[in-house]
Every structure is written in structure tokens, then in C-alpha cells.
């Protein structure tokens, strides 16, 4: 994995889009069924917004049904972090990037085989790269 990246509050709002703010640096969450990503099935790379880091691959998003981009699993075990989240009256498994800490979802024990879990994202914390053609 890369170096954290360690960014001033100023620097991210400069970096940062608005929405990617939001969702990324106060763990907001964008409304069901409005992100960019909720239906894509094209065939790439999900990279964190904030920092760049690959965290996810296309052929382990699915359709959750749920309104956000859904996964099963990350690329690899170290590239998120977890946390305990007890906002909003509910106590969640909150889905962070492992390089600059950015809020993506939350990760919930509802997935489907093999791991079982559904990584639920945020299409503003992401930023896909589709494979090149012919890959
Ligand atoms: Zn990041």
C-alpha cells in the first residue's frame, strides 16, 4: 500500500469537489439511486476520489438492489479500514480508505458468497477507470 496521505482541511476543499467533500471528509452520504456509479457494469477500476488508491474492481460489484454501488470484496484486505460507527441511531460498520481516511459506506454482513458482505459505497467517493478495450 502507498503512503498515507495527509492533507490540511484547506487542501481538501481545493482537491475536492463539493459533494466529494461531503461524502468523503464529513462521511456524508449521497441519496439512493442518484450516484454515477449505482448502475454501472462496465469493466475497470474503482479508485478512492480523495486520494487515488485502487480499492475496488468491477467484477466484484453486483446489484444490491439498495440504491448505492454495491460490492463483495476490496482488491485487498489493507486498502480499506473499518470502524465502528454508532451515528444515527444505528450501530454500522463504517468503510474507510486506508490511505487518506476517506468516508466511502459502510460494509454490512448481507452480501453475497464468498465473503458474504455487501460494501456499500458512495459513487462521489469513488472514481472509476474502465479497462482498456479489448482486455
Ligand atoms: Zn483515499
Same mark, same amino acid.
Given at each position: ?11 481538501? /476543499?481545493? &482537491? ?14 449521497? &441519496? ?15 479508485? *478512492?476520489?480523495? *486520494? ?31 470502524? &465502528? ?10 468503510? &474507510?480508505?486506508?490511505? *487518506? ?16 458482505? /455487501?460494501? *456499500? ?15
Amino acid at each position: 500500500m502507498a503512503d498515507k496521505l495527509d492533507l490540511s482541511d484547506t487542501e481538501w /476543499r481545493q &482537491r475536492l469537489s463539493a459533494e466529494q467533500y461531503y461524502i468523503l471528509r464529513e462521511a456524508g452520504t449521497e &441519496r439512493a439511486f442518484t450516484g454515477i456509479y449505482e448502475k454501472n457494469k462496465a469493466s475497470g477500476e474503482y479508485h *478512492c476520489a480523495g *486520494c487515488g488508491q485502487l480499492l475496488f474492481r468491477s467484477d466484484s460489484k453486483y446489484d444490491s438492489g439498495s440504491g448505492w454501488p454495491s460490492f463483495y470484496q476490496p482488491v485487498a484486505d489493507d486498502v480499506v479500514e473499518e470502524r &465502528r460507527d454508532a451515528s444515527h441511531g444505528m450501530v454500522r460498520t463504517e468503510v &474507510r480508505c486506508a490511505r *487518506c481516511e476517506g468516508h466511502l459506506g459502510h460494509v454490512f454482513p448481507d452480501g453475497p458468497e464468498p465473503t458474504g458482505l /455487501r460494501y *456499500c459505497l458512495n459513487s462521489g467517493a469513488l472514481s472509476f477507470a474502465p479497462d482498456e478495450a479489448g482486455e
